[in-house]
Structures are given as C-alpha cells and as structure tokens.
C-alpha cells in the first residue's frame, strides 16, 4: 500500500515511459533534404532507409510509408482480404494491430494470448482454424518488443494455408532463432512511431521478400497513379508515402537502433534485479528462442499479491490493503514522482469498438467472452483464468523504459514500487 507520506522527491524533468531519443545525425540528413530541396515523398534518404532497413532485417524489400499503421493497412489489402471476411489477430495489442483489417471491410477475430511471451497463443489459435476453417489471413504482433512463439504459429498457419502478417512495430531489432523479427509473415510492418525504438517522428515501413507486393505498395501509397502522361488511374490510391525529411530522421537512427536496444535491456535487466523478493515478475520470455528488443519494461502482480481493483470502461477503482498492491496503485505512485507508466494494452475482445466481434480462447468455447472480466471469473480446465489477456490486463502495468533515465531515477522508480508492497 502506498502512502502519501511515502512521496519522494518528484522528477524534473518527467521520466518518460519511452520518449525519441536523438544523436545528431538525424538533424544532417533532415538539413540535407531541406537544403537540396528534396522536400517531398522522393529523396535520397527514403532510398537510402529502404536499402539500410532491408539489410538490417533481412528482407528484400521494404517501402517507406507515413506509419505502420498505413504499413499494415496495405498488407491486409495485398493479402486480399475482403469485405465480411474473417481475419485472426493478436487480442491485447495496440489497436493499430486490428483496425487496417476493418478498413478493409475484414472482420477480426480476436485470439487469446498466452502467458510465456504475451503474445497470441497458439493453442487458442488452432481453435480457431476449428471455429473458422475458412480463414486466410492471420495478424500477429510481437509485444512491447518480445517475439511471440513464431514456430507454433507459423505451422498452424501454413497447415491451414493462411499467410501471416506480421505486426513488428513494437520490436524492430528483436530476433527469435536468430532471425529479426519483420521476416517471418508474408507481408510485415514495422513502425518509426515518436516511442518506438527508434523513429523518425512518424513513418512505418512494409516489408516483404515478394517483388511484386513490393511495387504494388509503391503504386498503392502515391495514389495509383499509371503509366500516362496525365493522371491516369484503373486502382483505388492512397497518399501513404514517407516523407523525404522523415526519411532522414530515421536514416540518422538507424546506426543507434543496436544502442537503444542494449540500453533498454539495462533498464529491463536493473528493474529485475531492483524488484527482487517482491511478488511481482518482469514482462517474460524465452531466452533459448529469442532476444527481445526491450521496447518495454513490464511487470505483473503475482495473483496473492493483488488489492482489490475494479476497472469500469474508462475508470479505476482500487482499495488499499497492508503488503498488497495493484497496477492503479503502482501507476498512481510512479506518476506522484513525475514517472510515465501505463497499463498493459487492454485486450481489442474488450473495446466496446469490437464488442460484437468474435474471441478464442485455448478452450475454445466463447465461455470467457459472455463472461465480463471479474477477477477469479471464469477459469479454464487447468485452473488458469480462462480470459489470459484480461489476466495480465488486470494484474500488469508498463514501467517507465525511457532509455535516458539515469541509474538513479531507476532506483527511485524501483523504491516507489517496493514501497506500495510494505
Ligand atoms: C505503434 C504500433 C503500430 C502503429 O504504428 P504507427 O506508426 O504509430 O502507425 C502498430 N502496431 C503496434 C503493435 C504498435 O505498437
């Protein structure tokens, strides 16, 4: 239970949960665009971040676009989904993960996760192929930086002959089994979003091995426009390019992106470390398959340790108790210090935007849907919470992942946190 006579000195500046984080380089290539007048969607730098980016990943190709959240839009259309069409995707994930597959008149149905990775599992995803054999399209997102079980989903998917997209906008840099996030689906998005982990302000990429996906979504994103001399146009066009000075920005980050990543996984490493012998756990995963980039440092509440927290549609309610806490409690005390934390992404099944949308759990039986989230509710044949993604909603939280935050501002997040268990 935190106390307000508990309050520590608060930060001046505010630390933030992940802010851009800038070296100098990105500001000469921005000034060469500007001074060479390349002030558009063509340049030097979109050349040069698509060639930068496909050697880093591994991919053959990649288009530069306004953000992932256009990167997945264009995937979802390239994997023809159409309208009244179901689509699996990742549950409890940003909601960029599910809406280009709406623009696209596709209809989600929303899989359950799993506790190792906390990302789609692939239990609950088999039962969706039994649910819905029909489906083609599976999108899968890697969450706050940590690859999910790509293996597991990856053969499911290809027994059903559904193609992948994958949403790596979280973990561009992360590898599982050696291999870079961003190359496992058939068409992949990352994103240079202001908190990713690396950015250029705004901007996402497509990825994809396939030529011709490739140059659709070059046509695509600048309007559609033919081979005429005037504006000519057989496709519906969409003003989806990269900027060229947005270009530059990612272009001076691209040298960083292995930085940020060691330095986040010091922060992810220092608040493990810091919360020992609390009943709490760091965000998991397996370190013999993966190497996450550590966008996001976050912890979960082990179920013993949890006060009582009650979460309406758009408001928190909690009651103290001695040597417990909860998430609106930890999140109340590190923003007394001046420290930007957030809850976990609450589950898409959950958004009122998607409450008629289908939900698969690893029983497969609907039962957690029809079920609002109460904790204890309804459990599955081997005792877990039948709902996981609600699970760790309601018992996890983000920490502060800024990768300026000192060793000393760190501490002082890690003594707030202690303090609401005592
Ligand atoms: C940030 C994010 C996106 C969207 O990227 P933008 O560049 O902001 O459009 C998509 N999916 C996930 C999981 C994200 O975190």
Not at 16 to 26: A, N, Q, R
Not at 77 to 102: Q, R, W, Y
Not at 252 to 268: F, N, R, T
Request: glycine share 8%; charged share 25%; proline share 5%.
């Amino acid at each position: 239970m935190f106390k307000e006579s508990d309050q520590i000195e608060k930060f001046e500046p505010k630390v933030w949960l992940s802010s851009p984080t800038m070296h100098g380089e990105e500001f000469e290539f921005l000034k060469e665009a500007y001074e060479t007048n390349w002030m558009s969607t063509v340049g030097a730098n979109i050349n040069e971040v698509e060639r930068l980016v496909c050697k880093k990943i591994g991919c053959k190709y990649a288009v530069g676009l306004s953000a992932g959240t256009a990167a997945l839009h264009m995937a979802v259309k390239l994997a023809g989904v159409k309208p009244g069409e179901k689509v699996f995707c990742s549950d409890m994930t940003f909601s960029a993960t599910v809406n280009p597959i709406v623009y696209e008149g596709g209809v989600p149905v929303f899989i359950d996760t799993e506790y190792d990775t906390w990302n789609m599992d692939p239990e609950a995803l088999e039962k969706a192929f039994e649910l819905y054999p029909d489906v083609k399209v599976v999108v899968i997102a890697h969450l706050y930086g940590t690859p999910g079980k790509v293996d597991e989903l990856r053969d499911i998917c290809e027994k059903h002959g559904a193609v992948i997209i994958e949403d790596a906008a979280e973990s561009m840099g992360a590898t599982y089994k050696g291999l870079q996030t961003g190359t496992f689906g058939k068409y992949n998005a990352i994103s240079f979003n202001g908190n990713k982990i690396i950015t250029g302000s705004s901007g996402g990429m497509l990825l994809t091995d396939d030529k011709e996906a490739a140059e659709k979504v070059r046509k695509w994103s600048t309007q559609s426009r033919e081979n005429a001399p005037w504006y000519q146009h057989e496709e519906l066009g969409y003003n989806y390019r990269m900027s060229n000075v947005i270009a530059g920005v990612v272009r001076g980050q691209m040298p960083h992106l292995e930085e940020h990543i060691a330095q986040k996984k010091v922060i992810y490493e220092r608040y493990k470390e810091g919360l020992k012998g609390l009943p709490v756990r760091m965000n998991p995963y397996n370190e013999k398959e993966s190497e996450p980039n550590f966008w996001l440092s976050c912890l979960i509440l082990d179920k013993e340790a949890m006060c009582r927290q009650v979460r309406s549609e758009c408001e928190p309610l909690y009651i103290p108790e001695t040597g417990k806490s909860c998430p609106t409690e930890i999140l109340e005390a590190i923003a007394s210090i001046n420290a930007e934390g957030r809850p976990i992404w609450k589950p898409m099944h959950m958004q009122p935007v998607y409450r008629m949308n289908g939900f698969v759990t690893r029983e497969g039986d609907g039962r957690a849907k029809t079920n609002a989230y109460i904790a204890g509710g309804a459990t599955g044949k081997d005792g877990n919470p039948l709902d996981i993604g609600m699970d760790i909603f309601h018992r996890g939280l983000c920490l502060p992942s800024d990768n300026k935050m000192t060793e000393d501002q760190q501490n002082r997040i890690i003594e707030v946190i202690r303090k609401c268990f005592e």
